[in-house]
Antibody, heavy 120, light 108 residues
Framework: QMQLQQSGPGLLKPSQTLSLTCAIS??????????WNWIRQSPSRGLEWLGW?????????GSAEFVKTRIVIYPDTSKNQVSLLLNSVTPDDTALYFC??????????WGPGTLVTVSS | ENVLTQSPGTLSLSPGERAVLSCRAS???????LAWYQQKPGQAPRLLVY???NRVTGVPDRFSGSASGTDFTLTISRLEPEDFALYFC?????????FGQGTKLEIK
C-alpha cells in the first residue's frame, strides 16, 4: 500500500531555508511510472503546485515559475525519499506543504501535510 | 499560466440532491489533462477523477466528470452525507500545473 510520510521543521524565520522530506513506501522513487510532486495550500492562495522530480532513464525536474529561483526538489534513492528545499523564505511562504505521487501527473497519493510557519 | 475558475464558490444542497460543479480553464487543457479532488477538513485532497472523465477505482459511481472545450464539470448524482466537502479541479496539461480555487459543497 502506497504511503508518503513527511518530516521537517514547522517553524522558520524569514530568510531561512525550508527543508522537507517525503519518505516513500509502497513504491520506488526511481519508478518509471510515477512523478513526485510538492504542493502547498494556504487560505489566501489556495493550492499551488511547486514542482516535481521523476525518473525516465534519467532524472528530470521542474518547478513553478513563481518559485523556480528558490526551489530544489531532489530524490534520495538510498533512502527512497524525495526532498524539498525552498530558500529565502518569507511570511508569504507560510502554508501547509504536501508531497504527492503523480500517476504520472494526476495526484493519486498524498502525504498528510506539514504546516510550515515563517515568522520572526 | 492556465487559470482555472471554479463555480460556484459555495454550493448549498441537501442529501439526495444532484450537485454540478464547474471548472473553466483560461486556455485549452491538452489531452483533457484535468483532475478533480475532494478535500475534507484536516485531510489531504483525494483524487476522484482524472483525464476529465475517468473515475478512480473505488470512487462511487455517483461521481462523474465531463468536458466540453475549456469547460469541465463534476457531477454528483445523489448527494450522500459524506460528500459535503471542498472540491478542486487541477490541470496538468501544461508544464506548470494549476488548481482551481475550490467549491465548497455544504449541507443546506
Amino acid at each position: 500500500q502506497m504511503q508518503l510520510q513527511q518530516s521537517g521543521p514547522g517553524l522558520l524565520k524569514p530568510s531561512q531555508t525550508l527543508s522537507l522530506t517525503c519518505a516513500i513506501s509502497g513504491d520506488n522513487v526511481s519508478s518509471n511510472r510515477a512523478t513526485w510532486n510538492w504542493i502547498r495550500q494556504s487560505p489566501s492562495r489556495g493550492l499551488e503546485w511547486l514542482g516535481w522530480t521523476y525518473y525516465r532513464s534519467k532524472w528530470y525536474n521542474g518547478s513553478a515559475e513563481f518559485v523556480k529561483t528558490r526551489i530544489v526538489i531532489y530524490p534520495d534513492t538510498s533512502k527512497n525519499q524525495v526532498s524539498l528545499l525552498l530558500n529565502s523564505v518569507t511570511p508569504d511562504d507560510t502554508a501547509l506543504y504536501f508531497c504527492a505521487r503523480g500517476e504520472p501527473r494526476a495526484l493519486g497519493d498524498w502525504g498528510p501535510g506539514t504546516l510550515v510557519t515563517v515568522s520572526s | 499560466e492556465n487559470v482555472l475558475t471554479q463555480s460556484p464558490g459555495t454550493l448549498s444542497l441537501s442529501p439526495g440532491e444532484r450537485a454540478v460543479l464547474s471548472c473553466r480553464a483560461s486556455q485549452r487543457v491538452s489531452n483533457s489533462n484535468l483532475a478533480w479532488y475532494q478535500q475534507k477538513p484536516g485531510q489531504a485532497p483525494r483524487l476522484l477523477v482524472y483525464g476529465a472523465v475517468n473515475r478512480v477505482t473505488g470512487v462511487p459511481d455517483r461521481f462523474s466528470g465531463s468536458a466540453s472545450g475549456t469547460d469541465f464539470t463534476l457531477t454528483i448524482s445523489r448527494l450522500e452525507p459524506e460528500d459535503f466537502a471542498l472540491y478542486f479541479c487541477h490541470q496538468y496539461g501544461s508544464a506548470s500545473f494549476t488548481f482551481g480555487q475550490g467549491t465548497k459543497l455544504e449541507i443546506k
